[in-house]
């Protein structure tokens, strides 16, 4: 899968030449980087945009619930306002694709293509749509920042995943109590290390032991860059200061 080289059609446009032609064919035979838990990018069950699709799939509701999210959500708005100032501009219908995945995932993010896949078969709520949106969006911003080799770098990958569950809401206390987990002196690093940890395994053939090692060398720096947020955003509401903060020093510089 490739990518359009057009400067106002494509996402990163400056910054994804780096992240193709990786590995060899023979390593990618062996290694598929995830692509198996997402049928759709290489097949589709319905013609695009067909009647069938819209009336026989979840497609039409999983693209009503990204647009209230885009619409909506205080991470959202702030990881698409800090991609636009980067000159990574996101269009709604060239970078995000509603498909039906493996149960196993809820999203990916798909660097060939600067594409955000969501899980259409497996995200059924809005609260479950604007975390993934927001978790996607964070490895979207890692991609248009920097050159992130996301195909032969494993602390690349694992740097990405750690930012990505800190500054989510992936970990945060509500989530965490619905999911059973308590936990008190440094809960919310042993979150963000463990979904880390596992987003990793779910899309990489590599032994839990490597993949913790990696975490563990690059999981102080990586927790402690909060980009674009300047906090790690605990909740909505520290999302919709960071937003409002992000904004001021936008209309500042715009005045300078």
């Known amino acids: ?14 910054k994804q030449a780096s992240d193709e032609n990786k590995a060899s064919d023979s390593e990618r035979k062996d290694e598929d980087y995830g692509y198996s838990l997402y049928p759709d990018r290489t097949r589709s069950k319905y013609k695009e945009g067909s009647i069938r699709e819209s009336l ?3 497609k039409h509701k999983c693209h009503i619930m990204l647009q209230f999210t885009l619409d909506t959500s205080p991470y959202a708005k702030l990881l698409l306002g800090a991609m636009r100032n980067s000159g990574c501009t996101v269009y709604k219908d060239r970078h995000f694709s509603c498909e039906d ?30 975390r993934v949106v927001t978790h996607e969006l964070i490895h979207a911003f890692d991609h248009c920042r920097a050159r992130v080799d996301w195909f032969s770098s494993f602390r690349h990958l694992a740097c990405s995943e750690i930012r990505a569950a800190n500054l989510s809401g ?9 999911r059973f987990n308590f ?23 590599v032994s839990r032991e490597e ?9 102080d720096s990586c927790f402690n860059d909060h980009a674009p947020f300047g906090r790690i ?13 992000f904004e001021n020093r936008d209309r500042y510089h715009a005045n300078l």
């Open 101 to 130: 995945c493996d149960g196993t995932v809820s999203g990916g993010f798909d660097a060939a293509t600067s594409q955000i896949v969501l899980c259409q078969n497996n995200i059924h709520q809005q609260a479950h749509m604007n």
């Open 170 to 178: 992936d970990c945060s206390f509500i989530n965490e109590i619905s």
């Open 56 to 58: 026989f799939t979840f």
């Open 1 to 14: 899968m490739a990518a359009s080289a057009e400067n106002k059609e494509n996402l990163f446009t400056n």
């Open 183 to 205: 936990g008190l002196k440094e809960h919310h690093q042993e979150c963000v290390r463990s979904r880390a940890l596992r987003s990793i395994l779910a899309v990489r053939k």
């Open 233 to 245: 955003p605990h909740s909505k509401k520290d999302a919709k200061f960071a937003h409002r903060d």
């Open 211 to 219: 993949a913790e090692r990696v975490v563990d060398e690059v999981f």
